[in-house]
């Protein structure tokens, strides 16, 4: 409540390091779009059950409604706004999005994403009946999951497409599909 | 060509990178947060409120209650389906000495952060006097029951009553009558965003509202009104939005509310919806019981249909008036041909939270009633219920036909279709004929299967116009100016497609403005799938008119006649041959220099809806230890008449589909007697994840185009949502035909079906003594 109450901190989001003062009652999912601005990651229930919010913390798909800003202090944070290369090349997962229709209205896309590509890393060939269990922890409403299925199909192949040609020419970055976003 | 092309969305890049931009991603300086106390009683008399300690708390800016609002308000009035009668019904912003639901506003409190307005919130007292709560729809309209609102005179708010022919005669006449109760749950569309509102007053002194969606240029009158202000000192601004369905957009308490705090203020005020807070303020939906009356004969033919039917329409009557109620009528009957019908409807009030349309309104609940009393005639006749349906469908000749009864002031007229031809092709699809073996081999495995189908015809369409406006810019883009929203359906794609098709343009080089009561000049909305075929056909004609334009001055310049000339892949051709004349850019660049003025409007006005049809088929798996449904195989064939983006329709059938399954099986908005809503947070109230939605098999038909719109559309937002329920049901029921199982009521409760299996087989049909 007062200035008193706040306590510092300091995060990594996406690769940046920010320091902010916040209260310690204040959930991540707050601090991250109120007062770090990054609103890409949406706040769908608030209790933890439709996964909107998810981000990854350390490495590890969390929901930042269920964690303190305070907790996060130190911690490596990413974000639906950290998918795509600096330079506006689409991760594989969202260029899969787009391509399957795996989204209509947005809302909860962003922590599908992020559910989804910590998914990837952990199984990197799986079926489609494991999709669905990665997926399991994200509420949708538009679509009946289908096209989400479809698309992260579709991301593992690209991921792996990527990750052979990786392997052959071993000094290349990951080759991701050039396409440019313009927002 | 662009119209029929699965081309990807134009709106996807800004969502799926994090850019979109929500009503609560957006953060204006100054800003300060709302939260609104809401009543703990389902009934009471509000006896104090003491709101002291709540203003002294620092960081509070604002408090009011009831008593606050001005003394002349009007209540929220009816956007569809209006009646005089029930205007004593409707609510006010804030409870007036008085609650009559869990979750209706009581107090609105402003603070500089959410979290302090939410401390605030806990220091208001307010002192409460309950009263007996109703929550069942006969009791309510008892005599002995307390009237909610008095100046109607009863809780059976208004009756509805429609018929075609004499249902007692003809149910006298037939050998066969069937009468059975059933009941569709409360639940409703549950978006994943909450709703969200951002006021605040420009330097000039206008009210611009960030949030409002589906019917903006509608609720600008009625916020205007409210606030007895000119229209043209507000300015509504449709943000991004996650998810309509139905309830999203219309009118509420809080879209008075937020606007009136922020003029008294004079500083920006936000609310943001809490889900738990949604679950309760945000309209309901579906809650019916069906008394049904059925006279048939030997042959499977239904002659008469009576449905007494009882809509708990809870406390208040919301902006859809008797939308529901009517819609449930007048689509009642399907794809049947009924020879006499009756309906009387009975809208009545209670102390739940008020309800409005969700995705099918009307058609959810009374295809499953109407598709199980199908089932329930074959297994009465002991015959297939595929036949039953076949020998009662309307047939093609008999297009266009009046189903006799009135919905949203017209009688239903079916435009189009061939209901026999899509019910074959589902039981093809479905392998109907070698079910029965199937069946029995899978028994044989000591497995448990069966397969269930469900008809329905939907409505698209509505009325009365949609207006656009199209425009090349100085960049070369066309800019498309529609009455729709976007409420995350995929209309900018879709409209940019129509654009395109018109211009010989990219629909990448489409921009498609919405929801902005500044830059648009009218429109009435997304709502009743109406968007492609009414708000679609606008930017139709208005694209044409540009294209006309193009082409005279064209013609002129090339020296042809402008018949001789059409656009095609941004260049000016010739028809004949496909010579190339001279690129488009060039054209609009010169008509630029000689201040032609490259912009067009046109407003599309129909009277008629217009009626896609389809099935839907389910076969399940039912574990017979823990009564758990699988969903094995899912179909559904959906003639919309034309498929703008056939990957879009796909999409909105398999996303329907999921909430119908919902509906069926997992989802209800459940009080208790004393009013509760004791299913309020997602760990209650049950959406279908990844792992309950099965893959679906979707066939688009475009065999009937409407004759009704130059697009031939009908629509495609509700058919993967209606006739979930019925399939499901009936599919359950088949499975279980050797147990003693009558599904009636939704949801279909896993231990209903352990119930039955555990009572044990009751037919010797199969399994010979």
Redesign the interface.
Known sequence: ??QSNSKEITLTVNGKQYTTSV?P??LLSDVL??EL???????????G??G?CTITMDGRPVRSCLVFGVQANQAEIR???G??EPDGS?HPL?EA???K?G????????GV?MSACHFLEQNPNPS?EE???G???????????????DAVEMAAEMLNKNKKSEEETSDLEIVHSGRK??? | MTIGSSVKRIEDPRLITGQGQYVGDIKLPGQCEAVIVRSPHAHANILQINTEKAKNLPGVCFVMTGEDLPTDLDPIPMRLAPNEALTKALQYPLAKGKVRYVGEPVALVIASSRYIAEDAADLIDIAYEPLTPITDVHKSILPETSLLHPEIGSNDLFIIHSKKGNVDELVEKCPYVLEEDLYVQRHSGIPMETRGLLATIEENGRLTVYGPTKVVHFNIQILAKLLKKNIKDIHFIETDVGGGFGPRGEFYPEDYLIPYAALKLGRPVKWIEDRLEHMKATNHSREQKHHVVVGFDETGKIHALKDEIFVDTGAYIRTHGVTVPVLTQGMFAGPYDFEALEFITHVVATNKTPTGTYRGPGRFEGTFVRERVIDMVAKKLNMDPTIVRERNLIQPEQMPYSNGISALGQVVEYDSGDYPQILERARLAMKWEEFADKKLQARRDGKIIGLGFAMFVEKSGLGPWEFCEVEFAENGRLICKTGLADIGQGVETALAQICAEQLGIPYSNVTVLHGDTDEIEKGNGSFATRGTVVGGSAAWYAAEALKQKLLSFSSELHGFTKDELDIKDEWIIQVSGGQKICPLAQIIVECQKQGIELREKYTFSIDHMSYPYGIHAAEVAVDSETGKVKIEKYYIAYDVGRAINPMLVHGQLVGGMAQGLGGAIYEELKYDETGQLITGSFMDYLLPSSMEVPEIDIEILENSPSPLNPLGVKGAGEGGTVAVAPAVANAIVNALDQYPIHITSLPIRPEQIRDAIKKGIVTNEVEPL
Do not use: K
Request: contains cysteine.
């Open positions: 409540m007062t209260e009652r204040m779009r109120d601005g990054l609103t890409g990651t949406h706040v769908g229930c608030e209790h059950i439709c909107a974000t639906v706004e998918l795509a689409l969202q999005f787009w391509e229709h989204l209509q209205c947005g809302f909860c896309t962003p994403l489609r999709i669905r269990e997926i399991s922890g994200n509420l949708c409403r538009c679509t009946g999951y289908q096209n989400i299925v976003v313009e927002v």
